[in-house]
């Protein structure tokens, strides 16, 4: 591997829609400006391919759907900038164009996306163009198409955050599988429409300043009492991955029902699951009992607020739901007890609470504090997995980097099972891995 590199560039180009689209600034809202979404959405997708005789006209087909979908997502060939104002983010749309790679690897097959990967960064090569500040004029879409040793195909696609998020990421991979594929004649047919609206998730009027709003709590920093972060920079960070199927998955929700408070309703499996990963994971960290920890995920709210979000809304729509105790609680509570503070953040999340939060981050730059803070992503429910480009369903779908953000994966032909993807320092990434493995205490 050190003697050559894994990943052959062989074109690289801008796209643009198929038709020609009007010059125009549109506004991103205030939940799509925060702070803490300035990155790129990373997707990592392998299909195990029959032999393919000429790669060629497969790239010509994918360039000719991305370009005709384009039309109707035309943002995504625009530039996020802030707007002149400084109160917020805003698209300028003149067709620059998003970028579309191809590649090759004689170093990767198939089955090497079976294992994590060895090092954070191991697979940046398979999404090469990596964007580190999305205000610095990069394209808001980048596509890289590369051909694996056994001809098996990667697709690595980047978002810009700040235009949508994983839903509406998601809703726009499966339209373009669908003009890959031809099961669309013509984009005009694509269900649902994409929508624009993002005035919905933004105060109107803007709030007034003499009535500042108090942060919520995913936004309120903590006492770090352990040099929390320099656990993940100074050591070296280890990728994991374990799957959790049916069996394990129904012997969690059991524990945590046989350990909840009296009364309480029955947890989800996302509940119980997300409990388990924040406990095994903040055990495995030995803090000291009094550190404050907090599991911050996001919840979607298309259909939490009054009235609804449009179908086809594929700007950012969700806010963060933020559960909290100390590590010493997370160490000694039962999982019913932990899974009860995951349910409780959920149902936190309605129509004022997403209003409060829209205002809070319309009228100042508040951002969650990294302090005692796990971070989860749950792709297992985007429909990720459905994607298929005429190749059948993708064996792997995941992240190009696994870093210390932990994210629940769809796993190929096991609908009930979910694979958990996270980043632990080395010195806790066995204990990690022994606890979590773990599905009877």
């Not at 994590?116 to 697979?123: C, M």
């Not at 981050?361 to 971070?375: M, Q």
């Amino acid at each position: 591997m050190a003697a050559s590199t894994p990943i052959l560039i062989q074109h690289a180009l801008l796209l643009n829609p198929s038709q020609p689209i009007s010059p125009r600034v549109l506004p991103l809202s205030a939940i799509d400006s925060q702070l803490f979404l300035r990155f790129t959405i990373e997707y990592l997708l392998i299909y195990n391919l029959p032999s393919v005789s000429d790669p060629s006209a497969v790239s010509s087909t994918f360039r000719s759907a991305l370009s005709e979908l384009l039309i109707l997502y035309y943002p995504l060939s625009g530039r996020v900038t802030e707007k002149p104002d400084g109160s917020g983010l805003e698209v300028v749309c003149r067709s620059q164009g998003v970028l579309f790679v191809e590649a090759v690897s004689d170093f990767y097959t198939a089955a090497d996306f079976d294992r994590p990967p060895r090092s954070v960064a191991e697979w940046r090569g398979l999404l090469s163009f990596s964007v580190e500040d999305v205000l610095d004029g990069s394209p808001p879409l980048v596509v890289q198409l590369t051909w694996l040793k056994d001809g098996a195909l990667a697709v690595g696609v980047g978002f810009n955050h700040c235009i949508c998020d994983g839903i509406g990421s998601a809703e726009f991979l499966n339209s373009f599988a669908e003009l890959v594929v031809g099961r669309l004649g013509r984009v005009a047919e694509l269900k649902p429409i994409p929508v624009w609206d993002r005035h919905l998730l933004t105060p109107q009027p803007p709030p007034r300043l003499s009535h500042r709003r108090s942060p919520t709590p995913e936004f309120q920093r903590v006492p770090d009492l352990c040099r929390f972060m320099s656990r993940f920079v100074d050591e070296p960070l280890v990728p994991t991955s374990v799957t959790f199927g049916k069996i394990h998955l129904t012997r969690l929700k059991s524990l945590a029902h046989s350990t909840r408070c009296p009364g309480e309703a029955a947890f989800t499996a996302f509940e119980v699951l997300a409990a388990h990963i924040w406990r095994s994971w903040a055990r495995s960290l030995k803090l000291p009992p009094n550190q404050t920890l907090k599991l911050l995920f996001s919840v979607n709210v298309r259909k939490r607020i009054k009235p609804n979000l449009p179908a086809g809304y594929y700007g950012n729509a969700f806010v963060l739901g933020c559960a909290q105790t100390t590590a010493g609680e997370l160490a000694e509570k039962k999982l019913g007890h932990i899974a009860g503070l995951v349910k409780q953040a959920k149902e936190r999340v309605g129509d004022e609470h997403v209003k409060h939060v829209t205002e809070l981050v319309s009228e100042s730059r508040v951002s969650p504090d990294s302090v005692g803070v796990l971070i989860l992503s749950q792709w297992s429910r985007l429909g990720l997995e459905k994607v298929d480009f005429g190749m059948g369903r993708p064996v792997h779908v995941g992240p190009v980097c696994c870093d210390r953000y932990c994210i629940l994966l769809p796993v190929f032909n096991q609908t009930d099972a979910v694979k958990v993807m996270v980043a632990v320092p080395k010195s806790a990434v066995d204990k990690y891995e022994s606890m979590v493995r773990n599905v009877a205490t």
